[in-house]
C-alpha cells in the first residue's frame, strides 16, 4: 500500500526564496482516521479480552505521564521511545534567565526497529492537481477577485 499524497504550491522558505518565489511541495492525504475503539477490538482478536486491553494502554499512558514528568526518556519496548524537549527564549545574562522563559515542552518519540523498518518501506502515490494552498485552504488565490 502507498501514502497518498498532493501537490500543494507555497511560498518558497528555502535560501533561493528571493530568485524562486513558490515552489511546489508534497502534502500527505489521509484516508481515514482508526478509532481506539476499532484497535481494541482489532487486538482482541488475538484472545485478550478488549477490556484488559483498554485497561493496560490507560495504565501505560499515566506511567509515561510520570516518568515524563521526572526527566525520564521512557523506552516503550520494541515500539519506541518517548521523550520531552525543551525551547526557549534567550536572556541576556544567566541572571536573567528565567523558566518564565522556558516554552511549553514538546513530546518527541522516536520509533523502535520495527517501525522504522516500516517506514523505510513505504511507497507513495501521488492523487490530484497541483493546487496553490490558498486555494486547498478555501481562500481566494492572491491576486484575483
Known amino acids: 500500500m502507498a501514502i497518498k499524497f498532493k501537490l500543494l ?8 526564496k528571493d530568485v524562486i518565489l513558490e515552489k511546489v511541495y508534497a502534502r500527505e492525504v489521509y484516508s481515514n482516521k482508526i478509532e481506539f475503539k476499532y484497535l481494541l477490538k482489532e ?3 488475538s484472545g485478550i479480552p478488549s477490556n484488559q486491553v483498554k485497561g493496560v494502554i490507560d495504565r501505560m499512558n499515566y506511567l509515561i505521564e510520570k516518568h515524563l514528568e521526572l526527566g525520564h526518556i521512557v523506552q516503550f519496548g520494541e515500539f ?5 524537549c525543551l525551547g526557549s527564549d ?3 545574562t544567566e541572571k536573567e534567565f528565567s523558566t518564565g522563559l522556558i516554552r511549553t515542552p514538546r513530546l518527541l ?3 523502535g526497529s520495527a ?3 516500516a517506514r523505510k518501506a513505504v ?4 492523487i490530484g492537481e497541483v493546487k496553490d494552498e490558498a ?6 488565490p492572491e491576486g484575483e477577485l
Open 135 to 140: 486555494e486547498e485552504n478555501g481562500q481566494q
Open 123 to 126: 511507497k507513495f502515490a501521488r
Open 80 to 84: 519506541g521511545n518517548f521523550r520531552y
Open 43 to 45: 487486538i482482541s482478536e
Open 109 to 111: 518519540f522516536t520509533p
Open 115 to 117: 517501525l522504522r523498518e
Open 9 to 16: 504550491k507555497r511560498r518558497n522558505m528555502g535560501k533561493d
Open 90 to 92: 534567550g536572556a541576556e
